[in-house]
């Protein structure tokens, strides 16, 4: 999962898995479930979720990062 994106924030962890592990659609996940938290989030807290990616966008562009295979 090197190639994978995330971003946490307080309790919650957004995670986008890129093929052929995952989809590569954002999720939110609530990680005071515990590590393999698998209740995703992303329905029920849409806000959150875009709030998580825009950060994490935000971290990309400041800090020079090009992810893997985007």
Same mark, same amino acid.
């Given at each position: ?8 924030? @307080? ?11 995952? &989809?590569?659609?954002?999720? +939110?996940? %609530?990680?005071?479930? @515990? ?11 849409? &806000?959150?979720?875009?709030? +998580?990616? %825009? ?16």
């Amino acid at each position: 999962m090197g190639s994978g994106k995330w971003m946490r924030q @307080g309790d919650f962890k957004a995670v986008a898995i890129p093929a052929p592990y995952g &989809d590569g659609r954002w999720r +939110l996940f %609530n990680v005071e479930e @515990g590590p393999d938290a698998v209740n995703d989030l992303s329905v029920s807290m849409p &806000d959150l979720l875009q709030s +998580l990616t %825009n950060e994490w966008a935000s971290y990309v562009e400041a800090d020079g990062v090009f992810p893997a295979g985007n």
